[in-house]
């Protein structure tokens, strides 16, 4: 019985002493991902994809309409200026050029005749001034010749008015039917054809634009125009170098630099709402040495270099936390609480959330330019600690695990 009694005793001492040791041990500690603050070399960059261009190129487009009678080119020709392209039908645009010189020189012997009738009157008028003057004839065939004079010298205003319009009309025919003749405005490559011989070309009317013929690009600058998003475009300036990939010469990079930055979004026509359609801009970023035989069209990847800090205070971008914190005194953002970015810091094995100011963004590191000193411990992972971590909660550095151990979430 005394026995019995003991071993009661003991298993209390036992419960109560595993109890006060559980109470004492509180939560289990979080297991994180740690590192620390340090400096380092860091080249910000805005990264966006685009297309190949020639910086200077035409669109040839029907300027006369009619049927493409001789197409001299293919598409891929290297053209020089001046060089015959394509015929259009010329015949009935001809027909019109010479009907209108006939008639300008019908009207140019009507002129002919008008002035000879003009001096035969002002010598009229001559002798009949003297027989006036010494009183042969009287006023009123003096009058009648001065009358006749003036008539004579306004069918010749008249006839030359008729003969400059004919001569406009001369030189409005010429000029369509020289149009009939399509040459290279450039030099360049003919990186478009989209007419074939015996279609029929058509002008623009109105809003609806004519048939483009032909394009011919001058490929020796070439530049990528790219699409940059807008939380992205302030950092990019113009003269900031990139370095461009082009998916038709894999594992090789090419120098650029920023020649245009667009200061309104691209216009998009879609069939929806666009509500939530991505605002981007358009960027040019002139290729400096361009490889030999590149085409427009390709697709391309650049990134912008858009800064460089020598030795800056980093820490992983994926340690940056986002937290509601009440408003500070001063602070200008809406709403009772205002939202803050700061990392968690490790302080005697446990974590605090310390606001921090940013700086450069680069690949894998982010700029902070205050709030933390070199050194410091930081929690970096994993995401989902980092998502349900807060103030004050104990914290352990997750064991280094084999390659055959699960990942972590």
């Known amino acids: 019985m005394k026995r019995r009694r003991i071993a009661v005793i003991a298993v209390v001492v036992l419960a109560g002493a595993g109890g006060l040791m559980a109470r004492n041990r509180g939560p289990k500690p979080t297991e994180v991902q740690l590192a620390k603050v340090g400096r380092e070399d860091l080249q910000s960059k805005v990264s966006a994809n685009g297309k190949v261009q020639a910086q200077k190129k035409v669109d040839i487009s029907a300027t006369i309409a009619g049927q493409v009678v001789s197409l001299a080119v293919e598409e891929g020709d290297r053209v020089k200026k001046g060089q015959f392209l394509l015929q259009i039908d010329p015949v009935s645009t001809r027909a019109v050029a010479r009907s209108n010189e006939f008639s300008r020189l019908a009207l140019m012997r009507d002129l002919d005749s008008a002035r000879a009738t003009l001096a035969q009157a002002e010598a009229d008028l001559r002798r009949a001034q003297g027989n006036f003057d010494s009183g042969i004839i009287p006023a009123a065939d003096h009058e009648r010749a001065k009358t006749a004079a003036a008539t004579a010298a306004a069918a010749v205003q008249s006839s030359e008015r008729r003969v400059e319009q004919a001569g406009a009309s001369l030189e409005s025919a010429q ?4 149009k009939t003749t399509v040459r290279s405005p450039m030099d360049g490559i003919v990186t478009a054809r989209r ?8 002008i623009g009317i109105q809003n609806s634009p004519g048939t483009v013929l032909l394009q011919i690009s001058d490929m020796s600058v070439v530049e990528t125009e790219l699409e940059v998003d807008e939380t992205s475009i302030p950092g990019v300036k113009l003269g900031q170098e990139a370095r461009v990939r082009i998916d038709a010469y894999p594992n090789r990079t090419f120098d650029g630099v920023v020649t245009e930055v667009g200061s309104s979004p691209i216009q998009r026509t879609t069939g929806g709402n666009g509500q939530n359609e991505a605002i981007k801009f358009l960027v040019k970023v002139q290729i400096q040495n361009p490889p030999e035989g590149i085409k427009p069209g390709l697709s ?8 460089f800090r020598d030795g800056a205070l980093t820490v992983p971008i994926q340690a940056l936390v ?5 408003k500070k005194p ?15 810091v490790v302080e005697a094995g446990k974590v605090a959330f310390r606001e921090i100011k940013t700086g450069l963004l680069g690949e894998l590191a982010l700029e902070v330019t205050d709030g933390l000193k070199e050194g410091e411990q930081i929690v970096t992972g994993p995401f989902r600690s980092l998502r349900t971590l807060k103030p004050g909660d104990a914290v352990v550095e997750e064991k280094a695990k084999g390659p055959d151990a699960p990942p972590q979430g």
């Open 322 to 326: 986002l937290r509601d914190e009440e």
């Open 300 to 307: 391309v990847q650049s990134d912008i270099l858009t800064g």
């Open 175 to 178: 000029d369509l039917l020289s």
């Open 330 to 344: 001063g602070d200008k953002q809406s709403g009772p609480r205002r939202e803050v970015e700061g990392v968690y």
């Open 195 to 202: 007419v074939e011989e015996g279609e029929v070309a058509v």
